[in-house]
């Protein structure tokens, strides 16, 4: 389930996961694979930048808000709009509140949630920032605190709302870990990922 995470930009702003069965992540109005998120991660703690970068993120972008659906009705089975409500007419939500946990195969439904997302967004390049002294970060518009964008790093280690299903996280969180912690780059700085 997506959260609202503080940006310095735009205020709070929706991120994380919205479906169980995929793991796919959204940014507002971006829609990202969180493979693809941890591997952006794991190429800047490599790289180990010591002052201002800048790369591009691939994402999905759905500029109409009607054409990303409705993810409380969708989630309660009452209302399927967009792209969110064509997810969850595949992979409905759960019907026992135990099984309301992240899927840690959830890559394994990319090919079916991609062709999905590709109805209704367009494939779009954003521009990730680390700003001077690595106190800001900016994934497209959206401008983040380093502490605030450490939580977006947090809830995809955590497996969101309503967190991994047995505690399994994929091999690329896990991956994406390891990385952070051997980097002094200063957007990890003071960043600590519980197990």
């Known amino acids: 389930m997506p959260l609202a995470f503080k940006s310095i930009s735009h205020g709070d702003i929706a991120f994380g996961f919205f479906n169980i069965d995929s793991d796919m992540l959204l940014l507002d109005r971006y829609f990202f694979f969180a493979t693809e998120?941890?591997?952006?991660?794991?190429?800047?703690?490599?790289?180990?930048p010591h002052g201002p970068y800048e790369t591009s993120w691939d994402v999905y972008n759905i500029s109409d808000p009607e054409d990303i659906g409705d993810l409380m009705g969708a989630i309660?089975?009452?209302?399927?709009?967009?792209?969110?409500?064509?997810?969850?007419?595949?992979?409905?939500?759960?019907?026992?509140?135990?099984?309301f946990r992240q899927k840690c195969e959830g890559m394994k439904t990319r090919n079916e949630v991609e062709e999905i997302i590709?109805?209704?967004?367009?494939?779009?390049?954003?521009?990730f920032v680390i700003g001077q002294g690595a106190q800001e970060v900016s994934i497209g518009p959206y401008i983040f605190t380093r502490t605030g964008?450490?939580?977006?790093?947090?809830?995809?280690?955590?497996?969101?709302?309503?967190r991994?299903?047995?505690?399994?996280?994929?091999?690329?969180?896990?991956?994406?870990?390891?990385?952070?912690?051997?980097?002094?780059?200063?957007?990890?700085?003071?960043?600590?990922?519980?197990?």
């Open 76 to 99: 309660h089975g009452i209302h399927y709009t967009g792209f969110i409500g064509e997810v969850y007419r595949m992979f409905p939500f759960p019907k026992r509140p135990e099984d």
């Open 149 to 162: 964008f450490q939580e977006l790093i947090k809830y995809v280690w955590q497996g969101g709302y309503p």
């Open 164 to 195: 991994w299903k047995d505690e399994i996280r994929p091999d690329y969180v896990v991956e994406m870990k390891d990385k952070i912690g051997l980097s002094s780059c200063g957007i990890f700085s003071g960043l600590t990922l519980f197990t």
């Open 118 to 127: 590709k109805k209704f967004a367009r494939s779009y390049q954003i521009i």
């Open 37 to 48: 998120f941890c591997n952006y991660l794991i190429e800047i703690a490599e790289k180990n």
